[in-house]
T-cell receptor
Framework: DAGVIQSPRHEVTEMGQEVTLRCKPISGHNSLFWYRQTMMRGLELLIYFNNNVPIDDSGMPEDRFSAKMPNASFSTLKIQPSEPRDSAVYFC???????????FGPGTRLTVT | LAKTTQPISMDSYEGQEVNITCSHNNIATNDYITWYQQFPSQGPRFIIQGYKTKVTNEVASLFIPADRKSSTLSLPRVSLSDTAVYYCLVGEGSYNQGGKLIFGQGTELSVKP
């Protein structure tokens, strides 16, 4: 298996623009997680899905952030409009439903100018 | 809600055993404890997971006292390639029912020759 796949790997955009991050989990995994990592705040869970259904989105910073999982092999995290404080590395991870062992993707480094 | 605390950094030499302790005073009855390793520009990678007592795998051991308010990751005979940031993660076993996942702030381990 190729592992968790994220795209793009790097994104540079201007404040106010819409940003869409993409994730393909490991085949057969039923849980998918979106994290944000910054120097100041470390690793933060934004949202996670079980069987394509959002379970906990309490970590989503505000209404500018939204996430979808239309099927078991694809998820998106959208920021609209983006702001400079959204600059961070965004990780997607997946796991089997019953375990906490998560497999992380390589991350998307987002820079908002 | 469980909160995790780790030392910010540790230094060691090749061949030594390294023990990193994480405090999680508010751990809930069904919380698991998981440790991850992260190299620069990569996503975290699973090391080991436990619930109580001692768990050992091919790369590390995890010691959890009876009160479960702390856990210690033990890396035997570290090498230069073990230089990385180590995170503990406390999460409810029933996280698929709305449990919380909380990462520690990470311990930066530096292994010297």
């Amino acid at each position: 298996d190729a592992g968790v796949i994220q795209s793009p790997r790097h994104e540079v955009t201007e404040m106010g623009q819409e940003v869409t991050l993409r994730c393909k989990p490991i085949s057969g995994h039923n849980s998918l997680f979106w994290y944000r990592q910054t120097m100041m705040r470390g690793l933060e869970l934004l949202i996670y899905f079980n069987n394509n259904v959002p379970i906990d989105d309490s970590g989503m910073p505000e209404d500018r952030f939204s996430a979808k999982m239309p099927n078991a092999s694809f998820s998106t995290l959208k920021i609209q409009p983006s702001e400079p404080r959204d600059s961070a590395v965004y990780f997607c991870a997946s796991s089997l439903l019953e375990g906490l062992e998560q497999y992380f993707g390589p991350g998307t480094r987002l820079t908002v100018t | 809600l469980a909160k995790t605390t780790q030392p910010i950094s540790m230094d060691s030499y090749e061949g030594q055993e390294v023990n990193i302790t994480c405090s999680h005073n508010n751990i809930a009855t069904n919380d698991y404890i998981t440790w991850y390793q992260q190299f620069p520009s990569q996503g975290p990678r699973f090391i080991i997971q436990g619930y109580k007592t001692k768990v050992t795998n091919e790369v590390a051991s995890l010691f959890i006292p009876a009160d479960r308010k702390s856990s210690t990751l033990s890396l035997p005979r570290v090498s230069l390639s073990d230089t990385a940031v180590y995170y503990c993660l406390v999460g409810e076993g029933s996280y698929n029912q709305g449990g919380k996942l909380i990462f520690g702030q990470g311990t930066e381990l530096s292994v010297k020759p």
